[in-house]
């Protein structure tokens, strides 16, 4: 069961079932009693039956109630013990990974400002002791330092520490990028009101949901109820750049997380961002509300001796000579560089590296230390892979299966990957936007266009009625062409999570068994096949019935709403989608406006009429106009595809009225998603959408393959009479062709990017490499580079210096 608010529907019911009991055998007593037919002592003994069955029906719903209740109890217990377990068994691997083989969290000094009327203790301090304290009673806390001075080592320390200390019905710490937080949108309804769309609690909710896994419902109850403690990483990576009047991400994300209180007041929260930002943050009046802040302060040359020491057990490293000077002890101040360091001086890097004589500053250090990076941890995992093939085959190391990898492919498929905000790209981004694009519009058109001409070429082979065209070639052709968009929007919707570059179950070095990666290929794969193969096969089905002659007796209103109610929930179903909202800003939803008027134009010009200069001054001057305000506006989505379904409407000369059955229905049904999409499907709402089409499924109740397989057998037989079974055929191929288009097109981006040496063959196997080596981690189930730092230098240097290959 879930965890939640326990459902009244069911004691509803019961109640109001008693109540209706008891108010016929009034009404039935009364009307008796009038009638004579019965006495009027005999009334009571008459109402006594309904009268009980309430008052036992008022007991059934009242344990009801309380059994629902403690259901609920049990399971948020249930899944509050599973939560933490998963986080546990993350963060613990995650804080091994970024310490380090050897390496033990450097105990730094820290200055604590507590909170107004906390009881912190204030003062210089240590990592342990904040941790010591913050586990005891757990509030809010901004933790700031320089870049690479171990903020977020440290809040993945404190998120371990806090499940160790943590009780049976204590919140779970849960460790996320800030950077995700999307803003909150205030838009203005059309009949006036304004609406605030997102929110810090939804977008935890759907964190909760994303990354562990959780129903939606429940994640909902335990952010609603507090059980989740926030530890969010990266406040200063949301903004590029400070400046201007208008506030930024990050002070928008702080407005939310003052708003997020419990009944205690502010709910607990941790935080990390870069010292300086958070100073020029909080010059503009924006800081987190009733939280204490951690200062963490540089490593002293000290510390980092001893550091060294530890890690070599006293023994002489090559990184002793390092360490002397003014510029080496400025530079590795910071535990991030110092654990760089190590990387290319110590042990693993004895005699790799050059000497330092002739770099006299830290930043010149930094660079000197940034370059050799990636050669010295490619080095590493290589002998640790080549270590751990030479051992015994039940060894548990995670470098067992690992490839080896040259430096400077290693830096330059890092490069092409390197997405935004320290994230890993994309497959398009990887290759190229432009020449992604490209690529599958011309695989889609070839693909659809072979199909169209293979469709030709099989005539012979079939019964010549089968070929028949119930409104000719070209209607048939045009509804096959909003299909294959449809199609494509659909497939695109479904593959559209296998474009990025995103952990694996077995990146941490987890087993599956060969039954669970059976059943991922096959829940992979079954999807993508049930919308490429199933549904246009279905369809066909119900157009072999050649049920036409029996549609004609349907009434046009009857076929009318039929069209109406299909078309809108195709629509809606594919609105869901974030890559199919209709607008981002003014200048898309003109455009979206516009396309459908447009469309209806160029569906008017197409017929043989008027003479054949006419006809193509006017289909060249329109056709201008589209590709004009479509690359102007950026309208993208399903007002391309209304636009085409206008179109086709306009050609085939199917109206708006009632009169014209079930096409017309589907155009009036396309016409006013696309109205009610103007109005409300803006940036972001999909995710509103979708959880619209979930509470619609939540009340009608019917399995999923149940009306993947009822609504294209029902648009078949209803195809078929409107378009013959050719139409249906031809739509069912398109369908197939354009699916087939897009992954085969995928594919091929890959092979490109491949070939272009943009991404490794295998980027699943690369990517874990690369996480184990050191230079990425997982933060909220995605990947990020280790530092910030070392992104930026990735993405300024293309190519790995020549003096550290």
């Not at 941790?270 to 800081?287: D, G, I």
């Not at 349907?554 to 809606?572: K, T």
């Not at 959408?689 to 499924?697: I, K, P, Y």
């Amino acid at each position: 069961m879930e965890t939640g608010r326990p459902g009244p529907a069911g004691v509803r019911w019961m109640l109001g079932g008693g109540v209706v009991v008891l108010v016929a055998g009034c009404v039935w007593a009364a009307w008796s009693v009038s009638r004579g037919g019965l006495q009027p002592q005999d009334v009571s003994g008459v109402l006594g039956l309904p009268v009980g069955i309430l008052g036992v029906l008022v007991g059934a719903a009242v344990s009801l109630s309380a059994l629902r209740l403690q259901q609920a109890t049990d399971a948020r217990a249930v899944a509050l013990d599973g939560l933490a377990a998963t986080v546990e068994e993350i963060e613990v691997a995650e804080r091994a990974h970024m310490l380090g083989n050897g390496a033990h969290l450097i105990d730094l000094r820290v200055e604590v400002t507590p909170r107004q009327g906390g009881t912190e203790p204030p003062g210089p301090q240590r990592l342990s002791d904040v941790a010591a304290w913050y586990c005891a009673a757990p509030g809010r806390l901004v933790v700031t330092g320089a870049p690479g001075a171990g903020k977020t080592v440290f809040a993945v320390h404190l998120v371990v520490r806090l499940l160790a200390a943590r009780g049976p019905a204590d919140p779970v710490p849960v460790r996320l990028a800030i950077g995700d937080l999307p803003a909150p949108r205030t838009h203005r309804r059309w009949w006036g009101r304004w609406r605030t769309v997102g929110g810090f609690e939804r977008w935890l909710t759907n964190s909760l949901v994303k990354v562990y896994r959780l129903r939606e419902r429940t994640a909902a109850d335990l952010v609603a109820r507090r059980l989740v403690i926030p530890v969010l990483d990266g406040l200063d990576e949301m903004d590029t750049e400070v400046g201007g009047d208008a506030p930024s991400r990050a002070q928008q994300a702080l407005d939310e997380l003052n708003a997020y209180e419990s009944v205690d007041g502010s709910a607990p929260v941790v935080l990390t961002c870069r010292e300086q930002r958070y100073a020029e943050l909080s010059a503009r009046y924006a800081w987190l509300r009733q939280s204490a802040l951690l200062r963490i302060a540089g490593v002293e040359a000290d510390e980092a001796r001893r550091y060294v020491e530890s890690r070599s057990d006293g023994r002489g490293s090559p990184l002793d000579a390092f360490l002397e000077g003014e510029a080496v002890a400025r530079a590795v101040s910071s535990p991030f560089y110092l654990g760089l360091a190590y990387a290319v001086y110590g042990e693993a890097g004895r005699g790799q590296a050059q000497p330092l004589a002739d770099l006299g500053t830290a930043d010149e250090v930094r660079e000197h230390l940034l370059a050799h990076y990636i050669p010295a941890a490619t080095r590493a995992a290589n002998a640790a892979a080549r270590q751990a093939r030479r051992r015994v085959a039940g060894t548990g190391s995670p470098w067992r299966r690992q490839a080896e990898y040259e430096p400077a492919s290693v830096h330059r498929w890092l490069h092409h990957m390197a997405g935004e905000e320290g994230r890993l790209s994309s497959l398009g981004q990887a290759l190229g936007v432009i020449r992604a694009r490209v690529l599958t519009g011309s695989v889609v058109a070839l693909v659809v266009g072979a199909a169209l001409v293979w469709g030709r070429a099989v005539e012979g082979l079939f019964p010549a009625p089968w070929w028949d065209h119930e409104r000719g070639l070209v209607v048939s052709v045009a509804v096959a062409g909003v299909v294959g968009t449809l199609a494509g929007a659909l497939f695109v919707a479904v593959v559209s999570d296998e474009l990025a570059f995103t952990p694996t179950e077995e990146v941490r070095g987890a087993r599956l068994s060969l039954g669970r990666r059976l059943r991922r290929i096959a829940g992979q794969w079954g999807e993508i096949a049930s919308w490429a193969l199933l549904l246009p096969a279905v369809l066909v089905v119900g157009a072999t019935g050649q049920a036409h002659g029996w549609l004609e007796s349907v009434p046009d209103h009857v076929s009318y709403g039929a069209g109406a109610v299909v078309c809108f929930s195709a629509a809606v179903g594919i609105a869901a989608s974030e890559s199919v909202v209709f607008h981002e800003d003014g200048r898309s939803l003109l455009g979206c406006v516009l396309v459908p008027p447009l469309g209806w134009l160029l569906g008017s010009l197409l017929p043989d009429t008027g003479s054949l200069p006419g006809r193509v001054f006017g289909h060249a001057v329109v056709w201008a106009g589209v590709f004009f305000l479509v690359a102007w506006s950026g309208s993208t989505g399903f007002s391309l595809a209304t636009g085409a379904g206008v179109f086709a409407a306009s050609a085939s000369g199917v109206t708006l009225g009632p009169g014209g059955g079930f096409w017309s229905g589907a155009l009036a049904g396309l016409v006013v998603h696309h109205v009610l999409g103007c109005l409300f499907l803006g940036a972001g709402s999909a995710e509103r959408t979708w959880r619209g089409v979930e509470r619609v499924r939540g009340v009608v109740r019917v399995p999923t393959w149940l009306y993947s397989v009822l609504i294209p057998f029902a648009l078949g037989v209803f195809g078929e009479g409107q378009l013959g079974f050719a139409g249906v055929t031809g739509v069912a191929v398109v369908w197939i062709a354009a699916s087939a288009a897009l992954l085969l097109a995928i594919l091929l981006v890959g092979l490109v990017a491949v070939c272009l040496g943009r991404i490794p063959l295998d980027t699943d196997a690369f990517t874990t490499w690369a996480y184990h080596a050191g230079l990425l981690r997982i933060v909220g189930g995605d990947y990020q580079f280790r530092h910030s730092e070392l992104h930026a230098w990735l993405v300024r240097n293309p190519r790995a210096p020549a003096r550290a290959r």
